[in-house]
């Protein structure tokens, strides 16, 4: 009881903050998602120096908040320039800091892995909010819209692996997930999807669209989440850190929408929308 107190409060102060950055947008959403970026980068470093590892703190974060700024300032061929920039800045900060017993080069790719994941991954959020819909509330609900099939999808598969699961999906990375789990995972954020397209926003397209949409972003959920299960089990670590009582770390809450919001975003561009 006390644990899903801590999660309904969470939740509380979490969902309406969300929900006023992503509408507010521009600066506001870039700075909000390079501060996700920046904490989940924190993460995934600490869980890496727990296996031996020497990721590099400040040239991690401040990577991972530039991306989407860059993104809203310069738009992605010129945002990615950053990356590059963090690629020979990990080399020559690990070399100069590191002796080469203790792996500089080694370092500097897990530095700008976790970077590039965290703050590349996030930055598609940018665009998918300020690109395709001109108006502040379908643009806000856009944004939503891959965000809620996640949703969906991940409590389809909890609920279906509690109820039917037999087969495990993936036993050496997360034996708690099943394969009948991940089916009504996939079921419930495809149903969630043509919902929400047919009744929120009806302007993201038809019903047709609609269905790929959610298969796309339901399947992308259930890789996002065995991914950061993968990150975890090799660090040994059950939560990517305890920042948010009841429910874990930033990483447990990113894990899918890493995957969802740029594959939400590609999927827009691809269809024309």
Not at 109 to 138: K, S
Request: aromatic residues 10%; proline residues 6%; hydrophobic residues 55%.
């Amino acid at each position: 009881m006390r644990n899903l107190r801590r999660r309904l409060v969470v939740a509380a102060v979490g969902i309406p903050a969300s929900i006023i950055v992503v509408y507010a947008g521009g600066i506001f959403l870039a700075l909000g998602l390079g501060f996700l970026g920046a904490v989940g980068y924190w993460e995934y470093a600490t869980m890496m120096r727990e296996i031996g590892h020497r990721p590099l703190m400040g040239v991690g974060v401040l990577t991972a908040v530039a991306l989407p700024l860059s993104v809203l300032g310069l738009g992605f061929p010129l945002a990615w320039v950053v990356a590059v920039v963090a690629i020979a800045m990990s080399a020559a900060v690990a070399t100069f800091r590191l002796p080469p017993p203790e792996r500089p080069l080694s370092n500097a790719a897990v530095t700008v892995f976790g970077a590039l994941y965290l703050g590349g991954l996030l930055c598609f959020g940018v665009p998918l909010r300020e690109w395709f819909l001109p108006d502040r509330v379908e643009g806000t609900l856009l944004f939503f819209y891959p965000v809620v099939v996640t949703w969906s999808t991940d409590t389809g598969a909890y609920t279906g692996g509690k109820l039917f699961g037999r087969r495990q999906m993936s036993p050496t990375i997360s034996p708690n997930k099943t394969v009948e789990g991940g089916l009504a995972g996939i079921l419930a954020g495809t149903v969630a999807a043509v919902l929400y397209g047919l009744w929120v926003l009806p302007s993201a397209g038809s019903a047709g669209q609609a269905l790929l949409f959610g298969l796309l972003i339901a399947i992308l959920a259930i890789v996002g989440d065995l991914v950061e299960s993968a990150l975890k089990r090799e660090c040994g670590q059950k939560d990517s850190s305890a920042l948010l009582p009841g429910h874990g770390g930033f990483l447990d809450r990113l894990d899918s929408l890493l995957w969802t919001i740029p594959g939400a975003f590609l999927f827009f561009t691809a269809v024309g929308l």
